[in-house]
């Protein structure tokens, strides 16, 4: 029989890891060579040796392509065209060009091109106004990015706020002719809502203006932005006027995507509040909208703006086919963000509803600093997948006739002094990569985010 | 100690209150009085309605009939005296409730900046001072993740107090949490009560009951089976029901 009793006199030394578990042997052991040397039975061998024979044939494939994309766009790739031969510096002798060899990407035709990709058919001489704007983005984003950086919330404000109605104003040029009438009665609503939302909040004006008076306000603040805009787009700036018509590439895929993810937010977040609401008016009205957007396809949303809305609308009524464009593509987006945000209010535990509230804090105060937060931490890659996927499909605007990059990247195939074997294959690279460097940094960034948010809790 | 402080003066003040989930009748004819600096431990079985009844004293749950007074102030449908009456209730929940992506003294600060208008500065002394009474001023900076269960308890009576409430409920503050942490969350809350606070703890914690309670309840099926002061209630249980509790949660 054991001796029952046991009394430890020294404490177990602490002891290193052992070293097959640490470094890059004990990381290619685990992650690698461990589905590969169990030869403890026939079955297992023979198994070890398949998975062998398998990584290498994927090492193989998987190298052999990336040599094949490093080959076109680097090694065999033309990178300069001194002369001016156009499409024959880029072709070979018996297609007409002076190249020797098999020819990778081209790089003069992009180089010929490049502007027609970033800023499409956007005059010449007025090209320092989208470059200002990018320059602005450039460097408001970054700031905004960067942890340390001094009134991030300041920039940030101003980003939301002044930027976008400097793009505007910058890119068409102003001096819209908006009617008087339309500006005053956008001006006096939005006014009297504000003021009604306010007053209704302090239980002035009777019970329903009580509950609705936030509602009320934020529709008010609405009409009395839009009515700034109106005013600010109005005037005459001395600026040459630019249709949307003349916009294109990377510019109009920028001015689609950023303004879809700016409106989608919010909008989202006011839409999966509504879906939650106890209010049957606020759920039901949500809920429709949102299974509206969801049940069409980005598509026949984008036809129906381009092509529907212009017979619904009284005659005569010009509205700018980008501008329909971009309404479509942010409600649209919205209807898939408030799914997104509505998943992270459902995983927020009733406690916190309950601690906020105990505390006598509002509901509005309440969403504000205790659920959303929360909420949102948790749907960051949903609210980044939903971005990115945004950011892709703004390539459909391609059908309704306005020419994003991929879309100036398709027209500038079609000229013949450029046409040669490769030019589609270089033109396709250069969107891919182009896409592909926006999307992975939001990527990167919403990976950054989450772990900079993370306090360390599950709860 | 029982009969300090205590005044005759109701702060809440509970009539007939009947609730129901459903065709569930979980509150069956509450009645119950609680005067400024009084003590009560409510206990009972599982599922016997002590939760929910406090919980509806402010308002985190509904009652259909019959009325509660907090204060001299009724709870009706009227969104503006509920949130009057939360702000005079502290309330400590089971599972601590604290907001995890704010700090320690944020958390404590919020309610006072946002709901008392308190400026920053004066809310966060105010803070610190409640910390450091319940003893871990040096979390302050540090997230709810990152402190034991015993700690986070604490902070959230913390939190409560930081509003200046006239009455503290506790909805069984040391259920979650392990043995060797009990004792320092009931510590805290012995020295508010010895402090005049009027408290309302659902608790099966009988040592603070019999230290601290001017007053035991007895709950079960969600009726008041008994009140009585501590001394008697566990010396000399009048009803069945009461005794075969006791006999449980005592005997061993």
């Given at each position: 029989?054991?001796?029952?009793?046991?009394?430890?006199?020294?404490?177990?030394?602490?002891?290193?890891?052992?070293?097959?578990?640490?470094?890059?042997?004990?990381?290619?052991?685990?992650?690698?060579?461990?589905?590969?040397?169990?030869?403890?039975?026939?079955?297992?061998?023979?198994?070890?040796?398949?998975?062998?024979?398998?990584?290498?044939?994927?090492?193989?494939?998987?190298?052999?392509?990336?040599?094949?994309?490093?080959?076109?766009?680097?090694?065999?790739?033309?990178?300069?065209?001194?002369?001016?031969?156009?499409?024959?510096?880029?072709?070979?002798?018996?297609?007409?060009?002076?190249?020797?060899?098999?020819?990778?990407?081209?790089?003069?035709?992009?180089?010929?091109?490049?502007?027609?990709?970033?800023?499409?058919?956007y005059p010449?001489?007025e090209?320092w106004r989208p470059?200002l704007i990018?320059?602005?983005?450039?460097?408001?984003?970054?700031?905004?990015?960067?942890?340390?950086?001094?009134?991030?919330?300041?920039?940030?404000?101003?980003?939301?706020?002044v930027f976008p109605l400097a793009a505007l104003i910058l890119l068409t040029g102003g001096h819209a002719g908006l009617s008087r009438?339309g500006m005053?009665?956008?001006?006096?609503?939005?006014?009297?809502?504000?003021?009604?939302?306010?007053?209704?909040?302090?239980?002035?004006?009777?019970?329903?203006?009580?509950?609705?008076?936030?509602?009320?306000?934020?529709?008010?603040?609405?009409?009395?932005?839009i009515a700034a805009v109106m005013f600010f787009m109005s005037i005459d700036y001395g600026l040459e006027k630019v249709p949307t018509?003349f916009w294109?590439?990377?510019?109009?895929?920028?001015v689609?995507?950023?303004?879809?993810?700016?409106?989608?937010?919010?909008?989202?977040?006011?839409?999966?509040?509504?879906?939650?609401?106890?209010?049957?008016?606020?759920?039901?009205?949500?809920?429709?909208?949102?299974?509206?957007?969801?049940?069409?396809?980005?598509?026949?949303?984008?036809?129906?703006?381009?092509?529907?809305?212009?017979?619904?609308?009284?005659?005569?009524?010009d509205?700018d086919?980008l501008l329909?464009?971009?309404?479509?593509?942010?409600?649209?987006?919205?209807?898939?963000?408030?799914?997104?945000?509505?998943?992270?209010?459902?995983?927020?535990?009733?406690?916190?509803?309950?601690?906020?509230?105990?505390?006598?804090?509002?509901?509005?105060?309440?969403?504000?600093?205790?659920?959303?937060?929360?909420?949102?931490?948790?749907?960051?890659?949903?609210?980044?997948?939903?971005?990115?996927?945004?950011?892709?499909?703004?390539?459909?605007?391609?059908?309704?006739?306005?020419?994003?990059?991929?879309?100036?990247?398709?027209?500038?195939?079609?000229?013949?002094?450029?046409?040669?074997?490769?030019?589609?294959?270089?033109?396709?690279?250069?969107?891919?990569?182009?896409?592909?460097?926006?999307?992975?940094?939001?990527?990167?960034?919403?990976?950054?985010?989450?772990?900079?948010?993370?306090?360390?809790?599950?709860? | 100690?029982?009969?300090?402080?205590?005044?005759?003066?109701?702060?809440?003040?509970?009539?007939?209150?009947?609730?129901?989930?459903?065709?569930?009748?979980?509150?069956?004819?509450?009645?119950?009085?609680?005067?400024?600096?009084?003590?009560?431990?409510?206990?009972?079985?599982?599922?016997?309605?002590?939760?929910?009844?406090?919980?509806?004293?402010?308002?985190?749950?509904?009652?259909?009939?019959?009325?509660?007074?907090?204060?001299?102030?009724?709870?009706?449908?009227?969104?503006?005296?509920?949130?009057?009456?939360?702000?005079?209730?502290?309330?400590?929940?089971?599972?601590?409730?604290?907001?995890?992506?704010?700090?320690?003294?944020?958390?404590?600060?919020?309610?006072?900046?946002?709901?008392?208008?308190?400026?920053?500065?004066?809310?966060?002394?105010?803070?610190?001072?409640?910390?450091?009474?319940?003893?871990?001023?040096?979390?302050?900076?540090?997230?709810?993740?990152?402190?034991?269960?015993?700690?986070?308890?604490?902070?959230?009576?913390?939190?409560?107090?930081?509003?200046?409430?006239?009455?503290?409920?506790?909805?069984?503050?040391?259920?979650?949490?392990?043995?060797?942490?009990?004792?320092?969350?009931?510590?805290?809350?012995?020295?508010?009560?010895?402090?005049?606070?009027?408290?309302?703890?659902?608790?099966?914690?009988?040592?603070?009951?019999?230290?601290?309670?001017?007053?035991?309840?007895?709950?079960?099926?969600?009726?008041?089976?008994?009140?009585?002061?501590?001394?008697?209630?566990?010396?000399?249980?009048?009803?069945?029901?009461?005794?075969?509790?006791?006999?449980?949660?005592?005997?061993?």
């Amino acid at each position: 029989m054991a001796n029952a009793s046991y009394l430890r006199t020294e404490d177990a030394p602490l002891l290193p890891p052992p070293v097959s578990d640490t470094g890059i042997a004990g990381w290619m052991r685990r992650h690698v060579l461990s589905t590969m040397n169990d030869f403890s039975s026939p079955g297992a061998g023979i198994r070890s040796v398949l998975m062998g024979l398998l990584t290498l044939l994927l090492l193989y494939y998987g190298l052999s392509a990336l040599w094949g994309i490093i080959d076109f766009a680097f090694i065999k790739a033309v990178w300069s065209d001194p002369e001016g031969l156009k499409r024959g510096v880029c072709t070979t002798a018996e297609q007409g060009g002076v190249a020797t060899g098999e020819v990778g990407a081209c790089w003069p035709y992009v180089q010929a091109k490049v502007k027609l990709f970033i800023y499409g058919r956007y005059p010449e001489s007025e090209l320092w106004r989208p470059n200002l704007i990018f320059a602005l983005l450039a460097a408001g984003l970054g700031w905004i990015i960067i942890d340390k950086a001094p009134g991030r919330r300041f920039i940030a404000l101003l980003m939301l706020s002044v930027f976008p109605l400097a793009a505007l104003i910058l890119l068409t040029g102003g001096h819209a002719g908006l009617s008087r009438t339309g500006m005053v009665i956008m001006a006096v609503s939005g006014v009297v809502l504000t003021l009604a939302g306010h007053l209704g909040l302090r239980g002035v004006l009777g019970e329903i203006l009580l509950a609705f008076g936030g509602g009320v306000r934020l529709l008010g603040l609405l009409f009395l932005i839009i009515a700034a805009v109106m005013f600010f787009m109005s005037i005459d700036y001395g600026l040459e006027k630019v249709p949307t018509d003349f916009w294109g590439g990377l510019l109009v895929t920028l001015v689609v995507a950023l303004t879809g993810i700016v409106a989608s937010l919010p909008l989202g977040i006011v839409l999966a509040l509504g879906r939650r609401s106890s209010l049957p008016l606020f759920r039901v009205l949500s809920i429709t909208f949102i299974e509206f957007w969801r049940g069409v396809p980005l598509i026949s949303v984008l036809f129906m703006s381009s092509v529907m809305l212009p017979l619904f609308l009284p005659e005569g009524t010009d509205f700018d086919k980008l501008l329909r464009a971009l309404i479509g593509v942010a409600l649209f987006s919205s209807a898939y963000m408030a799914e997104n945000i509505r998943g992270g209010l459902q995983a927020i535990p009733k406690g916190q509803y309950e601690g906020a509230s105990a505390l006598g804090l509002s509901y509005n105060q309440s969403m504000r600093m205790i659920i959303l937060p929360q909420a949102l931490k948790i749907v960051i890659p949903g609210i980044v997948n939903t971005f990115i996927s945004l950011f892709k499909d703004t390539t459909l605007v391609l059908i309704i006739g306005l020419f994003d990059l991929l879309g100036m990247v398709q027209s500038s195939f079609t000229d013949p002094s450029w046409a040669t074997p490769v030019t589609s294959a270089t033109g396709y690279l250069v969107c891919a990569v182009t896409f592909w460097v926006f999307c992975f940094s939001m990527s990167r960034y919403s990976v950054h985010l989450e772990k900079k948010l993370h306090t360390g809790h599950k709860r | 100690m029982s009969e300090m402080n205590v005044s005759d003066e109701a702060v809440i003040r509970i009539r007939n209150m009947q609730k129901w989930y459903g065709q569930f009748h979980v509150l069956r004819d509450i009645n119950l009085d609680v005067s400024k600096g009084e003590r009560i431990v409510v206990c009972g079985p599982s599922g016997s309605g002590k939760s929910t009844m406090i919980r509806c004293i402010n308002r985190l749950e509904e009652h259909q009939q019959g009325t509660i007074e907090v204060d001299g102030i009724e709870l009706t449908n009227d969104l503006k005296n509920i949130d009057t009456i939360r702000r005079e209730i502290g309330m400590v929940f089971q599972h601590f409730n604290l907001f995890p992506h704010l700090t320690v003294l944020e958390n404590c600060t919020l309610a006072p900046i946002w709901v008392r208008k308190m400026a920053k500065k004066e809310a966060e002394e105010i803070a610190m001072n409640y910390l450091n009474r319940v003893k871990i001023p040096n979390q302050a900076g540090k997230y709810p993740g990152q402190l034991s269960g015993g700690q986070q308890q604490r902070v959230a009576i913390a939190r409560a107090l930081c509003m200046a409430p006239k009455v503290m409920l506790f909805d069984e503050p040391t259920s979650a949490l392990d043995p060797e942490m009990i004792k320092e969350v009931l510590d805290v809350m012995i020295e508010l009560a010895q402090e005049g606070m009027t408290m309302i703890c659902v608790t099966h914690e009988m040592g603070f009951a019999r230290e601290v309670a001017n007053r035991v309840i007895f709950m079960d099926a969600g009726q008041i089976i008994e009140e009585n002061e501590p001394e008697s209630f566990f010396n000399h249980p009048q009803s069945e029901r009461t005794q075969l509790f006791l006999s449980q949660i005592l005997g061993h």
